[in-house]
Each structure stands twice: as structure tokens, then as C-alpha cells.
């Protein structure tokens, strides 16, 4: 099981921290993903993490804004989000699935309910 937190409602140029926390022991093992949904249009990948996190993958669009990171003694994998504009607005999720390939297609063995973000101008 995954649980979001750490959205809500900022503006443009503003910083968040999300954060993923995971049940159970296999989490350290499993490689975890961020995607975002935004109103109208498909889910889509974020930014990727491998289970040591020393492996990480962006979006070219938050490539420079957005950190990917993980601290596995505590189950929580983190998206630092700087520099927000309107256009990063969206439900994120983060997912967890044993291979990055999965994650970097959609698809995920596990996935969190989500956490509105909201950047206005």
C-alpha cells in the first residue's frame, strides 16, 4: 500500500514536497515512480527512482525543477517540486513496481490514491 501526501494549493514559482510512504517490507526492493493526471488528459510519467536511488528519470518538462530522492529506512520516496507553473497542476501518484521499464511505460504492481496539486498564476 502507498500513501501520497504533501499537495496542495501554491503559486507560480512556489515549492512542494511530496511524499510516498509504503507498507510492508517490500518497499526498499521495489523501484517507485511519480506520475501526475491532469484534468482532461492521460496520466503521465514524472520521474523514477531505483530501489537504492542512485538511478533516477524525468520527464524532459520537470528535468531541473523536480528531485526525485527516497530514504528506504523510513519507507518514503520524496518529489521535491521547484519552480511550479500552472501547468505542472495535476493529482499526483507515486507507484512501485519491481522494474523501471514498468514504471516508465505506466504501469506499476502498486499504486497510491493520489494528492492534488494546484499552482495558480
Known amino acids: 500500500k502507498l500513501v501520497e501526501s504533501g499537495g496542495g494549493l501554491v503559486q507560480a514559482g512556489d515549492s512542494l514536497r511530496l511524499s510516498c510512504v509504503g507498507s510492508g517490507r517490500s518497499f526498499s526492493t521495489h523501484d517507485i515512480g511519480w506520475f501526475r493526471q491532469a484534468p482532461g488528459k492521460e496520466r503521465e510519467f514524472v520521474a523514477s527512482?531505483?530501489?537504492?536511488?542512485?538511478?533516477?528519470d524525468y520527464r524532459d518538462s520537470v528535468k531541473g525543477r523536480f528531485t526525485i530522492s527516497r530514504d528506504n529506512a523510513k519507507n518514503t520516496a520524496y518529489l521535491l517540486m521547484n519552480s511550479l507553473n500552472p501547468e505542472d497542476t495535476a493529482i499526483y501518484y507515486c507507484a512501485a513496481d519491481k522494474e523501471t521499464s514498468n514504471l516508465r511505460l505506466g504501469k506499476g504492481q502498486y499504486w497510491g490514491q493520489g494528492t492534488q496539486v494546484t499552482v495558480s498564476s
Open positions: 527512482t531505483s530501489w537504492t536511488g542512485v538511478i533516477t
